[in-house]
């Protein structure tokens, strides 16, 4: 089953996460399908927008913790190789791929953004919110201190990337678009129209124009360290993870959200 919705609207293609019984939690398929939708958008050459947005009530609630990534495990467990090496692709690496896909990209979000979610709505270009919109990262409390595409910093400024992540709080859609995260802010209802309206005035534009200036800007902020400073925050976050599996024998330091060993066998048996 596909998680991922995908239509297309003139010259802009709508990107749709479709798991609202789990807020759209993530997990491996599905963000293996969101992965080839943004592949997809981009290879269409009558595509020149990108909008990325949920059903449901919520944008998404981020991991989904309670079904644990194959890639995670080797032989039954997990290993710091392994699951490393599944984060860098399935995290760090597609965040990364959509946030240089030079076609403009806008996130349209509703209720929660908590933890993974924002390495979806990060990448894109533009963020819109609905006045109900939420934002969150507290995976401090599982000891690691942040999401693995780790724009925290670049997105909220120092000060209020800490406070963020050292309080684990929920930042509301005012309080993004106060800090700069956010382009806008609109009702509720209104955010779909919203959002594909501005879509398509941006789709009126030379999309080579677009291109051009979504790379200017992209090389500035990689220039000034971005790109370095992500993979150098996810090395960081893998200190986390490996301070839990030698405390806990789990990636996180709360063990409910991945079974055991013997849990896994007996669910397999």
Request: proline share 4%; hydrophobic share 40%; aromatic share 10%.
């Amino acid at each position: 089953m596909s998680y991922i919705d995908y239509e297309v609207d003139g010259a802009v293609a709508v990107i749709i996460l479709n798991r609202p019984d789990k807020r759209n939690a993530q997990d491996e398929s599905l963000l293996r399908d969101l992965d080839a939708r943004w592949q997809q958008a981009a290879a269409d050459d009558a595509v020149k927008v990108i909008v990325v947005r949920a059903n449901g009530d919520h944008f998404s609630s981020g991991h989904d913790l309670e079904t644990p990534a194959p890639g995670y495990f080797r032989e039954g467990r997990t290993t710091l190789e392994s699951a490393y090496g599944w984060e860098n692709e399935y995290y760090l690496g597609f965040s990364r791929k959509w946030r240089d896909v030079p076609k403009p990209s806008i996130a349209a979000v509703q209720g929660a953004c908590v933890a993974g979610a924002l390495n979806v709505i990060w990448p894109c270009d533009l963020i819109i919110a609905a006045d109900n919109a939420y934002f969150s990262d507290p995976v401090v409390k599982f000891g690691v201190g942040g999401v693995e595409y780790h724009a925290h910093t670049w997105e909220l400024g120092a000060r209020r990337a800490k406070e963020m992540l050292f309080t684990a709080r929920k930042f509301t859609a005012a309080e993004a678009f106060d800090a700069g995260m956010v382009n806008r802010v609109v009702p509720l209802g209104e955010l779909e129209a919203r959002t594909m309206e501005l879509a398509h005035e941006i789709s009126e534009m030379d999309a080579w124009g677009l291109a051009t200036a979504k790379r200017a800007v992209n090389q500035t902020l990689d220039v000034m360290g971005q790109h370095a400073a992500m993979q150098s925050a996810f090395d960081i976050h893998w200190h986390g993870h490996a301070n839990a599996l030698l405390r806990t024998g789990y990636p996180l330091l709360t063990p409910g959200p991945l079974p055991s060993e013997a849990s896994r066998k007996a669910e397999n048996s």
